[in-house]
């Protein structure tokens, strides 16, 4: 039988995962007065409450369950990553499908990127992508040793479903 206490923690848990994704969402959606509000409407700016380093030790947590890291990277990928783009949402889905079968993340060249803080543009330390990238690394590696010869990385499959969330 489950205690109170138990299903307490798991609806907690389940709480924080969707408020993640709700802030996700908002950000995906480009909500600015979310994201980085003007200093004088004195609301919650995520950006400095949810600072990209913050989130990156969060999704590299493997103590976590995987649908609260898949939760914080998406909050990751729409709060600093892709934010302020003039791309829409739609078109960096169809980026996904230009990437080749086989891609060397350490040729790869990281740039930092412009962030719009507190009415004024600030710098996005590439210290922070460099970590992303590294973590990414390490994440797809992990899938690669766990995966037989033959079989795709990312198996859609039911007993393969926890340990893709972090890539969907």
Not at 14 to 41: S, V
Not at 69 to 88: K, Q
Not at 146 to 160: C, F, H, Q, Y
Request: glycine share 4%; aromatic share 6%.
């Amino acid at each position: 039988m489950i205690s109170n206490q138990d299903t307490n923690k798991y609806f907690e848990k389940d709480l924080f995962r969707h408020q993640l994704d709700l802030l996700a969402q908002m950000c995906h959606n480009q909500q600015y007065l979310a994201i980085d509000p003007p200093p004088e409407r004195r609301l919650l700016n995520l950006s400095l409450e949810l600072p990209a380093n913050l989130v990156l030790k969060c999704i590299s947590d493997t103590r976590l369950p995987q649908d609260l890291r898949a939760s914080f990277t998406r909050l990751m990928l729409h709060l600093h990553v892709i934010r302020g783009s003039p791309l829409n949402a739609v078109h960096h889905a169809r980026l996904w499908r230009e990437i080749p079968l086989h891609v060397i993340i350490s040729g790869n060249s990281s740039r930092s990127g412009n962030g719009y803080v507190d009415g004024g543009h600030i710098q996005t330390e590439g210290k922070v992508f460099d970590k992303l990238l590294k973590t990414v690394d390490v994440y797809l590696e992990e899938l690669c040793k766990t995966t037989r010869e033959g079989e795709p990385v990312l198996d859609p499959s039911a007993s393969k479903l926890e340990q893709n969330r972090l890539t969907f």
